[in-house]
């Protein structure tokens, strides 16, 4: 049955960094792009940032030029290291595939950010 776990999420005064990782088990890794979403309370999932399947990355506007998202094939992990954090970057933030959701939802990851 597979796995998706993130962890890594935690309280942070702004400015801070914290560093997410995602663990999925599945033998089909490899082959996805993988993007970071995260929900804040009350508003809809966002797509924030993106892996491809060829490495390379897209971010939205929001968090260009502060976070960074990599991928390992081998560990069948994702990471994302979020710097200069922002009150406005709370929210629980989840990993999964795109064009299209095809892994289960995990738990997700709870950052906080305080002012």
């Known amino acids: 049955q597979m796995q998706l776990v993130e962890s890594g999420g935690g309280l942070v005064q702004a400015g801070g960094s914290l560093r997410l990782s995602c663990t999925v088990s599945?033998?089909?890794?490899?082959?996805?792009?993988i993007g970071w979403y995260r929900q804040a309370l009350g508003k809809e999932r966002e797509l924030v940032a993106t892996v491809y399947r060829s490495g390379n990355t897209n971010y939205a506007d929001s968090v260009k030029g502060r976070f960074a998202i990599s991928r390992d094939n081998v560990r069948n992990m994702v990471y994302l290291q979020m710097n200069n954090l922002k009150p406005e970057d709370t929210a629980v933030y989840y990993c999964n595939t795109l064009p299209r959701t095809i892994w289960p939802w995990g738990q997700g990851t709870q950052v906080t950010v305080s002012s």
């Open positions: 599945v033998s089909t890794f490899s082959m996805n792009s």
